[in-house]
């Protein structure tokens, strides 16, 4: 069974950092690129990074560019999202999906709350 | 990065047919046969319910279908049933390693 397991949410300060983790297993990690896509409260979804299936690639939506890093580690079948200069709107439940823009998000993981708060 | 424009809400009567758009541009869903549809039931995960268009994932009843013509996307739910009622998200590739989301639409079975 395809399992997609986030980690690493929590409340952080305006200006803060926090690291997501996404631990994958069911496939073969290194045959899909992974993504990140987060979630407001009450709000719709929003696309927020990618990173192809060797790491070689990656995109990012203007919202987050310059503050947010995505990356991936094959030994440990696991996708990440290093986030800088937090900001309040930065609040929201971020989902870790297998595949891409181009391929399809499928399946999603339930996600790790991030709450930026003074 | 716009957002995709999709209506908030749709409804439909059970057995009935219901359409939701998805309306992008020349850059995104004009230009490339990536558009997958999200079904979305409160306090769970997205599921993927149609990609590439036109194409169902194993498992996603028939009664779901997927279209496009120009800039506009096209989700069909037909044989409406209660557990269809949900919020219903479109994407698409918009270049550059870059994806776009719909603002999503709430279906509501009467």
């Known amino acids: 069974e395809v399992q997609l397991v986030e980690s690493g949410g929590g409340v952080v300060r305006p200006g803060g950092s926090l690291r997501l983790s996404c631990a994958a297993s069911?496939?073969?990690?290194?045959?899909?690129?992974m993504s990140w896509v987060r979630q407001a409260p009450g709000r719709g979804l929003e696309w927020v990074s990618t990173i192809n299936w060797n790491g070689g690639s990656t995109g990012y939506a203007d919202a987050v560019k310059g503050r947010f890093t995505i990356s991936r580690d094959s030994a440990k079948n696991s996708v990440y999202l290093q986030m800088n200069s937090l900001r309040a709107e930065d609040t929201a439940l971020y989902h870790c999906?297998?595949?891409?823009?181009?391929?399809?998000?499928?399946?999603w993981g339930q996600g790790a709350l991030v709450t930026v708060s003074s | 990065q716009s957002a995709l424009t999709q209506p908030p809400s749709a409804s439909g009567s059970p057995g009935q047919s219901v359409a939701i758009s998805c309306t992008g541009t020349?850059?995104?869903?004009?230009?490339?046969?990536?558009v997958s549809w999200y079904q979305q039931h409160p306090g769970k995960a997205p599921k993927l319910m149609i990609y590439e268009v036109t194409k169902r994932p194993s498992g996603v009843p028939d009664r779901f279908s997927g279209s496009k013509s120009g800039n506009t996307a096209s989700l069909t739910v037909s044989g409406l049933q209660a557990e269809d009622e949900a919020d219903y998200y479109c994407s698409s590739y918009a270049g550059s390693n870059m994806g776009v989301f719909g603002g999503g639409t709430k279906l509501t079975v009467l």
């Open positions: 020349s850059s995104d869903v004009g230009a490339y046969n990536y």
């Open positions: 999906a297998r595949g891409t823009p181009y391929t399809r998000f499928d399946p």
């Open positions: 069911g496939f073969t990690f290194d045959d899909y690129g």
